[in-house]
């Protein structure tokens, strides 16, 4: 079960909706008609459209959050397995024939309760950021469930938080954190406090996705917290070095995430500390570039590089390029491939390869579109896209549709501008 601040209540993060915490509880959508149609699919081998993001990553090589999920819970191959292999066993076996379950034990928590973020990120928007609600606002673009909330928060979940978590956290084997910014949210740092009262620490693996830009709150530091469990992942988003990674990510600043990353690096050894790289058409170019700067200078080892394919807003596929800049991008993967395959790095590779399959794809439609939202936004924030990526400069000769010429949402714009081919 996944919450988003909006109330929505999905799957996964990635999932399809099963349902709203403004209008229920937790667990009367654990049991309604969607989740018990997903259980009967899935005991019948059925594929569920809600599970429609991981079968298009597995569509480009990518390791998917099923195909993950599948290999933690109930891979033969892991030794360690066994308990959560008959747990698993135990959990089929006591679902009914129409899908209902008895008992509401979860074991893997994803709860996003707030979108409180710092950053405002280019592929990001306001039901996932704060931060972006006063640019969402003059770009129309705001929360279709809360507008004029800067803050979006499940008023009917964080109100009754405590009494939930105290409930769930003698069942949970797994926590995520993501979000907005997890440590930044109240909910964060108030389950990971009972979870040390209760000594619960010993039997849960953590895994977080962070910006990376803040380690303290109020006066709790995350090393205190995170140095009592075994073990831990830290996936720090971030997708370009410098300049390029503080404009795709408004809010970053590379210096200080350089000296949290060594921090980490110094004070909790048994941390897997990696870089969640999500690949947009602002980093195609330099994604080969920024690997070796992780690995060589951040101390990142290379098995924990990942690629992130970003799939939208679609003006930000890396396929919007042009013809003649993804020959240019296609010659720094290759050898970036190779590389990989020399020194063993079999996922990595396999997500070049996807990554290359996604380049190939013709979406240069868009390209026009993207230079004209790109236009805006760098006017609002006071930002300029051909300074801190010139190796795009060939695009500055692809003609398109002044901002100031516009007086409608974004989202229009594909039926004003005619298709472009590749240059």
Same mark, same amino acid.
């Given at each position: 079960m996944h919450p988003t601040p909006n109330g929505d209540s999905r799957l996964c993060c990635i999932g399809g909706s099963m349902g709203n915490l403004n209008d229920n509880t937790p667990d009367e959508i654990w049991n309604n008609d969607n989740y018990k149609r997903i259980r +009967? $699919?899935?005991? $019948?081998?059925?594929? $569920?459209?809600?599970?429609?993001?991981c079968t298009e990553q597995e569509r480009f090589n990518n390791h998917s959050l099923r195909l993950n999920s599948n290999s933690r819970w109930y891979s033969t191959n892991l030794p360690e397995n066994k308990d959560?292999?008959?747990?698993?066993?135990?959990?089929?076996?006591?679902?009914?024939?129409?899908?209902?379950?008895?008992?509401?034990?979860?074991?893997?928590?994803?709860f996003r309760v707030s979108n409180l973020c710092n950053f405002k990120c280019r592929m990001c928007h306001h039901e996932l950021s704060s931060e972006w609600f006063e640019d969402a606002v003059e770009l129309e673009e705001q929360s279709e469930s809360q507008p004029n909330t800067k803050?979006?928060?499940?008023?009917k979940l964080t109100d009754n938080f405590d009494s939930l978590i105290d409930k769930m956290l003698p069942h949970i084997e797994h926590i995520y954190w993501a979000g907005g910014e997890p440590m930044l949210t109240d909910e964060h740092w108030v389950t990971m406090n009972k979870i040390l009262d209760a000594g619960y620490e010993k039997n849960i693996t953590l895994l977080y996705n962070t910006n990376g830009s +803040?380690?303290?709150?109020?006066?709790?530091?995350?090393?205190?917290?995170?140095k009592h469990f075994p073990q831990v992942s830290f996936m720090i988003s971030v997708d370009g070095s410098d300049k390029r990674g503080e404009y795709i990510r408004?809010?970053?600043d590379y210096e200080?995430?350089?000296? $949290?990353?060594?921090?980490?690096q110094e004070h909790v050894p048994q941390l897997k500390l990696g870089i969640q790289f999500s690949l947009t058409i602002f980093n195609a170019w330099h994604m080969s570039d920024f690997y070796f700067e992780c690995v060589d200078k951040l101390g990142i080892l290379p098995q924990e590089f990942t690629i992130n394919f970003c799939f939208g807003p679609e003006r930000y596929r890396c396929s919007v390029l042009p013809t003649k800049i993804k020959n240019e991008v296609l010659n720094k993967w290759d050898k970036f491939y190779w590389h990989c395959i020399r020194n063993n790095l079999?996922?990595?590779?396999?997500?070049?390869q996807g990554a290359t399959k996604l380049l190939k794809e013709d979406y240069s439609a868009l390209l026009p579109k993207f230079l004209a939202y790109t236009e805006k936004l760098d006017r609002m924030r006071e930002d300029d896209f051909w300074k801190t990526f010139p190796e795009y400069s060939d695009l500055k000769q692809v003609p398109y549709v002044k901002w100031e010429n516009i007086n409608f949402q974004m989202h229009k714009l594909d039926n004003l501008i005619p298709t472009i081919k590749q240059q």
């Open positions: +009967r $699919n899935m005991l $019948n081998g059925v594929l $569920n459209k809600e599970c429609k993001v959560s292999i008959t747990a698993c066993k135990e959990l089929v076996k006591n679902t009914r024939e129409d899908g209902h379950v008895d008992k509401f034990h979860i074991k893997y928590m994803d803050v979006i928060q499940i008023k +803040r380690l303290t709150y109020k006066d709790q530091h995350i090393v205190d917290i995170i408004k809010g970053l200080v995430l350089k000296e $949290n990353i060594t921090y980490l079999t996922q990595l590779a396999d997500q070049i």
